[in-house]
């Protein structure tokens, strides 16, 4: 970014004197016969014009006129560059003129007269970008018209909903949302979707031309920002991984799982390995509530199951008691606690704790015990949970 030195008025009129900077980019490709560039100047020169346009908009300004013109080199042996000519820039909530950027490098949203915002300078990058590789521009319309039509003619029509945003959509396009054909002075008719990008930059890396075609999104909503294109592979040079979710990622720390404290597990029987529907996920977890069946002997403590440490929980109402329910059909409570501190007593079909923490009340459900204490045996858990408490008070 340029620095401003000193400022005066003479005659009325504002006076800012920078800091002396050599020929702009429009001159450095001139004086290279317009032949281009290497990718790897392109991309020197990217990462700093990036960290302008991220310094733009920390502070909410739009710089509106974007073009080599405006990027100047800081010495001529050099590869450092600044950014100059803010004399178009705006805050983002105060435009002032509608009427802005140069027109090769004109984004489509000025164009067709919609809202405007800090993407507008992002078109304008990658049309830079194109135009430091082959030495001209990518999109040289003679007018508004044919701007638009050299756009198309790479990019194909604009989406339906931006051109019902757009206010001079009348100018470009039909009744029916085609658009209107376009003659050149030298009789040229541009048609849409007829090039690819790399047939107009005639380049095959990969990663250089989707980092245009992420600069040169019809939808601003949908360009690329400076923060996410200086993580580019083309920036990088290194391809981006693809995050793992965070579901699928098992966090091993005891400290970060819901239940800290030891409680017993059974295993779940051969039956219900057999018979259930769950997933693989989904069936370690309702394993966890499983009570013996057909044995008269209590459930002994067992250890954490490392498939147990997911926080997903299986409702016990949606399984059958074969299939690891809860006795008499009682949902699992929040904290997993109706099941994982208690074990049956088998001689007298009570329920026993084995927990000095303090118990949330159990909801009261009578039914069957599926033969899990004994055959014929009915149990209310609510009594079975008053007895299990007398019994600690004594």
Not at 43 to 69: A, G
Not at 88 to 112: A, D, G, M, W
């Amino acid at each position: 970014m340029v620095n401003f030195t000193h400022s005066f008025y003479f005659r009325g009129h504002l006076c800012i004197s920078t800091e002396l900077l050599d020929m702009n980019l429009y001159e450095f490709i001139k004086s290279n016969a317009f032949r281009g560039f290497s990718l790897k100047m392109i991309r020197r020169f990217t990462k700093q014009m990036l960290s302008s346009l991220n310094l733009l908009k920390q502070h909410k300004v739009i710089h509106c006129d974007l073009k080599p013109e405006n990027i100047l080199l800081r010495h001529p042996l050099h590869t450092e560059i600044k950014v100059i000519d803010f004399g178009s820039s705006c805050f983002e909530n105060e435009k002032v003129y509608t009427y802005i950027q140069s027109r090769f490098y004109r984004s489509p949203e000025v164009i067709l007269g919609m809202t405007y915002g800090m993407p507008i300078d992002m078109w304008s990058l990658g049309c830079i970008l194109a135009e430091l590789y082959t030495g001209v521009p990518i999109f040289p319309g003679e007018n508004e018209q044919e701007q638009l039509a050299c756009i198309m003619e790479v990019f194909g029509p604009p989406e339906k909903h931006l051109i019902e945003k757009s206010t001079r959509k009348k100018l470009f396009f039909d009744s029916m949302g085609k658009p209107r054909l376009t003659v050149s002075s030298k009789g040229r008719r541009r048609r849409p979707s007829s090039k690819t990008i790399q047939q107009v930059l005639k380049c095959d890396d990969e990663a250089f031309l989707d980092f245009i075609a992420r600069c040169l999104r019809w939808d601003p909503d949908r360009r690329m920002k400076p923060e996410e294109a200086i993580r580019h592979e083309f920036i990088t040079g290194q391809k981006t991984s693809v995050p793992i979710p965070r579901s699928a990622v098992r966090d091993p720390s005891p400290s970060k799982r819901i239940h800290s404290f030891p409680r017993p597990l059974p295993e779940p029987p051969a039956a219900a390995k057999t018979t259930t529907s769950l997933r693989n996920r989904d069936a370690a977890t309702a394993g966890y509530s499983v009570h013996q069946h057909h044995h008269h002997v209590p459930i002994k403590p067992g250890t954490i199951p490392s498939s147990t440490t997911t926080t997903r929980r299986v409702s016990g109402m949606s399984a059958s008691n074969s299939a690891g329910a809860l006795p008499g059909g009682a949902k699992r409570t929040s904290t997993g606690a109706a099941a994982g501190h208690a074990h049956f007593n088998g001689s007298a079909g009570s329920l026993v704790s084995n927990s000095s923490l303090p118990r949330a009340s159990v909801r009261s459900v009578s039914g069957s015990m599926g033969g899990g204490v004994g055959a014929g045996v009915k149990t209310d858990l609510a009594a079975a949970g008053a007895t299990a408490a007398m019994s600690r008070r004594g």
